[in-house]
């Protein structure tokens, strides 16, 4: 029956299923839902994000979220990023740069470098791979040179980089990965 479902999630006939019945190894909780976890892409530490203030060049350039989650900026000093969008990133810098350093500054930011992800288990090659926005775990199968002959091929099991517990939880093929994600490929028996 699980697979019927997943099945059905696949090919579209299904437009809200339950994820409950994605049991992990080590716990009943579901993984997140796609849209919960998905949304915008939220910065972290080893980033690199394009700041472009708009007629200050020397103001300008690209920035490392550091280890705390911060970026350095001239003039301003340090602004958290850790767990904000490029566009709430731009919102910040924007404000400090508005108190009295530059007049109506105009901000753009964008994510140039993301975190990696990393995949291991039943995969050619496993290892650290740079994500790509909107990738999924087939993807990421993909990068790391497909699936070894002992590899499962209808699920996955994930260790989100920003749950806290860091529990792996098994999901369908086609789940969204995130940066700091682990997949791991199991094995199958038959």
Do not use: H
Not at 39 to 58: H, I, K, M, P, S
Not at 134 to 156: K, L, S
């Amino acid at each position: 029956m699980l697979f019927n479902t997943w099945k059905k999630v696949a090919t579209g006939c299904v437009v809200a299923v339950s994820l409950a019945a994605c049991q992990n190894t080590g716990s009943n909780a579901p993984l997140e839902t796609q849209t919960a976890s998905v949304g915008e892409y939220q910065l972290g530490a080893g980033d690199e994000v394009r700041v472009t203030v708009f007629g200050q060049e020397q103001l300008s350039g690209p920035l490392r979220v550091d280890g705390a989650g911060y970026v350095a900026m001239p003039l301003v000093g340090e602004i958290e990023a850790k767990g904000k969008t490029a566009r709430q990133l731009e919102i910040a810098i924007a404000q400090k740069l508005n108190e009295g350093y530059v007049r109506d500054a105009r901000v753009s930011a964008e994510v140039v470098t993301f975190r990696p992800f990393y995949i291991i288990g039943e995969v050619s090659r496993p290892g650290q791979y740079a994500y790509v926005n909107g990738m999924t775990a087939t993807t990421a199968v993909a990068m790391a040179g497909g699936y070894t002959y002992r590899g499962r091929q209808d699920y996955v099991l994930v260790t989100r980089g920003n749950d806290p517990e860091k529990v792996e939880r098994r999901a369908p093929i086609n789940t969204k990965v995130l940066p700091d994600d682990v997949v791991r490929i199991p094995e199958r028996f038959f």
